[in-house]
């Protein structure tokens, strides 16, 4: 069965500071994987989205980045985090055939 | 992006009270989603719709694909205290998933 993890759960980083969260999945070959942002436990924005390797699709233009160096990893990074950047991000894959959309557990991100 | 408007945007229930809420879009999707989602965690997808006109039970839950292909409704029947969270639909096209603003969920005991 596919299963997707986010490292790490919760984070507390300083403003100016670099950011790189984690997202891996298991189970599945050509997953598509996506970043989303969460305020305050309502509205999903979507971030980026990548259909394969080294392809990554941004949808907000902001001071994030995202890549996939393997088939089943999807990083979500930063130079330099400001306060607005304090959210829930959660990660999430889907596979064409199902059209169906699987979220993992999410990391709390804290900018002070 | 594509707007999906979701309502209500919270309901405050009785325990075995039954629970309708619902997805409305300017845009035809291809498939509808329901999510629920509990504080701290990912969304769970509950339920995943795939026809116009589909209905679609997952135990005391009930959802249907619109016949135009623009709008889906969740019902909840029987509530239980479990049940509180905050519920999501999402409408996809190609690789794309349109997320609602939410319902969320309150159970009274």
């Known amino acids: 069965s596919q299963t997707i993890h986010q490292w790490p759960a919760t984070l507390v980083q300083p403003v100016g500071s670099p950011l790189s969260l984690e997202c891996t999945v298991e189970?599945?070959?050509?997953?598509?994987l996506y970043w989303y942002r969460q305020a305050a436990g309502r509205g999903l924005q979507l971030l980026f989205y990548?259909?394969?390797?080294?392809?990554i699709s941004s949808e907000v233009p902001q001071n994030l980045s995202a890549s996939r160096p393997q088939d089943r990893q999807f990083i979500l990074s930063s130079k330099k985090l400001l306060l607005s950047d304090s959210g829930f991000y959660l990660c999430?894959?889907?596979?064409?055939?199902?059209?169906?959309?699987?979220f993992g557990p999410g990391t709390r991100l804290t900018v002070l | 992006g594509q707007q999906l408007n979701q309502s209500p945007q919270s309901m405050f229930i009785q325990e075995g009270e039954d629970v309708s809420m619902n997805c409305t879009s300017s845009?035809?999707?291809?498939?509808w989603l329901w999510y629920k989602q509990e504080p701290g965690e990912g969304p769970v997808l509950l339920i995943a719709?795939?026809?116009?006109?589909e209905l679609t039970s997952n135990g005391r839950l009930t959802a249907q694909f619109g016949i135009t292909r623009k709008d889906s409704f969740l019902n909840i029947s029987a509530s239980i205290p479990s049940d509180v969270g905050i519920y999501f639909c999402?409408?996809?096209?190609?690789?794309?998933?349109?997320f609602g603003t939410g319902t969320s969920l309150t159970v009274i005991p």
């Open positions: 999430a894959w889907s596979v064409g055939i199902t059209n169906e959309q699987f």
């Open positions: 189970g599945t070959s050509n997953p598509n």
């Open positions: 990548s259909i394969g390797i080294g392809q």
């Open positions: 845009s035809i999707f291809n498939t």
């Open positions: 719709l795939y026809k116009a006109g």
């Open positions: 999402a409408g996809q096209v190609g690789n794309q998933f349109y």
